[in-house]
């Protein structure tokens, strides 16, 4: 007899540097595209200046998967495009956040333990 034992969760692959940054920036507000371009520079402290084919490609795929919404702002006097992240995306979001802080935390703990050899 042979024991299987099911997969409890569906394996989770890393999202890319970019879609990290995007779904983040839009976790609490929506936001139009050069907002979102200065948010993500912001918060990567610089280190990520994103082009808009960059943004609007990843963009376009993040509809198609369901993890971001298009979404009307009243303060716009132009036809401004705004995306919000929908639930599918937030729900992916905290997976890799989740993924990433237990990424560190081995990463610290060797380091810790290199230091005391």
Known sequence: ??????????????????????????????RHGYALLKDIEWLSGGRVRMSTGTLFG????????????RFELEDTSRQKQAYRLAAAGRKQLQLELDRMRQLTRAGFARLRAGEAV
């Open 1 to 30: 007899m042979r024991h299987v034992v099911p997969k409890v969760t569906p394996e989770v692959k890393p999202l890319t540097e970019p879609v990290l940054l995007i779904l983040t920036s839009l976790a609490d507000q929506p």
């Open 58 to 69: 990843a963009l376009r795929r993040l509809l198609e998967e369901g993890w971001i919404e």
